[in-house]
DNA sequence: ATTCTAACTGAAAATGAGTTTCAGTTAGAC
DNA sequence: GTCTAACTGAAACTCATTTTCAGTTAGAAT
């Protein structure tokens, strides 16, 4: 098995979870596919590959893959969450485009250990993690409306 | 007529929208009531005050007011949309308790002109605003579980 | 290895946020 | 005042996600 299956498989015990069939199809799944995945599109892609898994499963299993700090839940505005792996050491986040909901990550965030600390003296939280998205339009459909405002 | 429901009056106009009931009654309720309200709630809070709405309508025109820029839309990962009104000259985020569903806002945001321009050369994109959401526990759920700890 | 059972699975039904449809109404241009 | 494209709201619909429940399984205990 995968060394990061292998790895994930520890963190799930940890919390108390079984290494079940779903669980482990969707860690392989994620670690060798992708990312900003819906859970339907995980479960066709599954499906495709000819694996015997319950859309049902893969709702409840994200969930448990969130929970546990391996997977990461994510809001792009397009009518489902999405999913990605969690990759330790990594940190990266996105770019929207508002018209065609093409999504770009990218790296060199400015969210700091400063801010988090005020954070958490001035509110009493325990700051845990963040996300940031940022909404524009793609080179596209900056083009798109230009012709269009052209052509009217 | 509120100053502010005037100057929101313009900024439908002049994206070649009417001022209808429906919507005057959205711009009145943001302006004197509040943050982070779902369709739902708006359309309750109405309902109460004992004004006349669908709540079609609230979802059609929330969906308006956000295109014309006078309402931002927010995903707090808690089943459903929310919506703040826009101040201009105003930026805060948002810092939430993955346990509870608590929000606080916080201002003192770290995203700089210096990314933003970064981003827009790196990927062609016009980058037209963002949103950032902390995550954490609140003090009253890290205590809570500290209890359930000691007890089990 | 066999037994045991709490955790787990998936099909089907239910939920609920949000959208579409459509017949009637209205803002505001002329 | 007249006219009509834009708008409204009730009802029907969509579809992402959750719940239910009867049957299965991982893995702890013996
Ligand atoms: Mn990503
Ligand atoms: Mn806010
Ligand atoms: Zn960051
Ligand atoms: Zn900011």
Redesign the interface.
Known sequence: MDQRVLQATAVLRRHGYKLTKPRRLLLEWFYRRGEHASAQEVFDSLCRQGQEIGLTSVYRNLEVLVKVGLVR?I?F?DGC?RYEPVAPGEHHHH?I??DCGQI?K?H?C???RE??E???Q??????????????????FC?QESATKRRTV
């Open positions: 839940q809001c505005h969450h770019l485009c508002s770009i990218f060199g400015t969210f700091d801010l988090a005020r954070l958490e001035e509110t009493g939280f325990m700051v845990n993690c963040h996300q940031l998205q940022v909404f524009g339009t793609c080179k900056q």
